[in-house]
């Protein structure tokens, strides 16, 4: 089944506790998105990538880490977690580098607590 | 910079019909729509592109205006099953290169009985 898995679903963690969130598509898409969903502000997008070792920055990548080092996989990496990054969090993937012409498949999310 | 909906929030009766709008102050190449549904993930509806070409859902029907960065999606005959949270989302084209794909807050729909 065509899918994009994100781990874990639910996290709670506290202050300055590195962790990291997985993103996995079996879909050979090149393009994948990071986005965290906040009440009232919609989703926004952290960080995307458009290949391969090929990564750049959203609307709000501060505190936030990347890496791209194989195609099916994008974690992201929150290196010192603030309370500020609670929020529901969105991996997405897209075929072709270029999203403009093609539509996203989003993972289930992962809902971040950090006390 | 973020698309801007209106309205906000639509409460329909099933059999209603509903227009959701979504415009933008920089110029658009693609416009597309998102629903979401409460504690669910953002699903693909469709895909406005220049010069008139369309991808996506077929019971469900969009414009694109090129010349005024804007899109409507219209909701027709309404069913429980539209009710969701309904997002516009476009391509902030950085350096002629980036792609940072900018949704709108979205606009909440809900179809009664």
């Known amino acids: 089944e065509a899918q994009v898995t994100q781990n874990p679903r639910y996290l709670i963690t506290v202050t300055g506790k590195k962790l990291t969130v997985t993103c996995s598509q079996n879909?050979?898409?090149?393009?994948m998105s990071w986005y965290r969903q906040d009440p009232g502000l919609g989703l926004r997008q952290i960080y995307y990538s458009m290949n391969v070792e090929v990564t750049d920055k959203g609307d709000v990548p501060e505190g936030y880490k990347v890496s791209r080092k194989e195609k099916r996989n994008f974690p992201l990496i929150l290196e010192s977690p603030s309370p500020n990054q609670t929020s529901l969090y969105f991996c997405?993937?897209?075929?072709?580098?270029?999203?403009?012409?093609?539509?996203?498949?989003f993972g289930p999310g992962t809902r971040l607590t950090v006390l | 910079q973020q698309p801007v909906q209106s309205p906000q929030a639509v409460i329909l009766r099933e059999g209603e019909d509903a227009v959701i709008n979504c415009s933008s102050s920089?110029?658009?190449?693609?416009v597309h729509w998102y629903r979401q549904k409460h504690g669910e993930a953002p699903v693909f509806l469709m895909i406005l592109l220049k010069g008139g070409e369309q991808k996506g859902h077929e019971k469900i029907s969009a414009s694109f205006n090129e010349k005024k960065q804007q899109s409507s999606l219209y909701l027709t005959a309404s069913q429980l099953s539209y009710s969701g949270t309904y997002f516009c989302g476009t391509v902030d084209i950085r350096d002629n290169y980036g792609q940072n794909f900018v949704f709108g807050p979205g606009t909440r729909l809900s179809v009664l009985p």
């Open positions: 920089k110029a658009l190449y693609s």
């Open positions: 879909m050979n898409h090149e393009y």
């Open positions: 997405a993937s897209s075929y072709g580098r270029v999203v403009t012409y093609n539509e996203q498949f």
